[in-house]
T-cell receptor, first 111, second 117 residues
């Protein structure tokens, strides 16, 4: 079993839809959770990060962590074609640890 | 300011040849990371540097892979006697430091797409 699992998609939604992207993980020691966005032929860029459980909102994006279920989510409201990209979840146990990435979910927002 | 740059952007080589991939991190970033990204596999950690030292080489898949960093800046990833399974995108990232809050913000370069024929 991989440490971090993510549905690879592809996920295709109409413009304006609410998108839910999810990751599950197996190691309860993970404390820091990130979401990276990767456009085609580009490197990933950090979108959001949260520490421990709870929600964090930034504009149209909301990150949610449920440590009891070992489940994290990224919600995108009012999705735009420019949101079309691969979304990678990432996590680490301590700030001294290496980051473990999920395989990524490919998202297409159709105008 | 300038981001992380990598060269070459694409590399096609024959099986058995050696290749060198270069990474120029953001100026002032002390931590530098190498990852490999294969289709559907996500980012696979290879090695990280803090300054010129490599405290964690655990991700290097075999002794054909090596990396160095000089002057606390440029890093080179070398793959000797390349195999077809080495074909992937090799990504470099840097962060201000390896520990603390800043460690979570890694800035990635565009990657080098390696194809071994």
């Amino acid at each position: 079993q991989k440490e971090v699992e993510q549905d690879p998609g592809p996920l295709s939604v109409p413009e304006g839809a609410i998108v839910s992207l999810n990751c599950t993980y197996s190691n309860s020691a993970f404390q820091y959770f990130m979401w990276y966005r990767q456009y085609s032929r580009k490197g990933p860029e950090l979108l959001m990060y949260t520490y421990s459980s709870g929600n964090k909102e930034d504009g149209r994006f909301t990150a949610q962590v449920d440590k009891s279920s070992k489940y994290i989510s990224l919600f995108i409201r009012d999705s735009q074609p420019s949101d079309s990209a691969t979304y990678l979840c990432a996590m680490l146990k301590t700030s001294y640890d290496k980051v473990i990435f999920g395989p990524g979910t490919s998202l297409s927002v159709i105008p | 300011g300038a981001g992380v740059s990598q060269s070459p952007s694409n590399k096609v080589t024959e099986k058995g040849k050696d290749v060198e991939l270069r990474c120029d991190p953001i100026s002032g970033h002390t931590a530098l990371y190498w990852y490999r990204q294969s289709l559907g596999q996500g980012l696979e950690f290879l090695i990280y540097f803090q300054g010129n030292s490599a405290p964690d080489k655990s991700g290097l898949p075999s002794d054909r892979f090596s990396a160095e960093r000089t002057g606390g800046s440029v890093s080179t990833l070398t793959i000797q006697r390349t195999q077809q399974e080495d074909s992937a995108v090799y990504l470099c990232a840097s962060s201000l430091t390896q520990t603390g809050e800043m460690a979570k913000t890694q800035y990635f370069g565009p990657g080098t797409r390696l194809l071994v024929l």
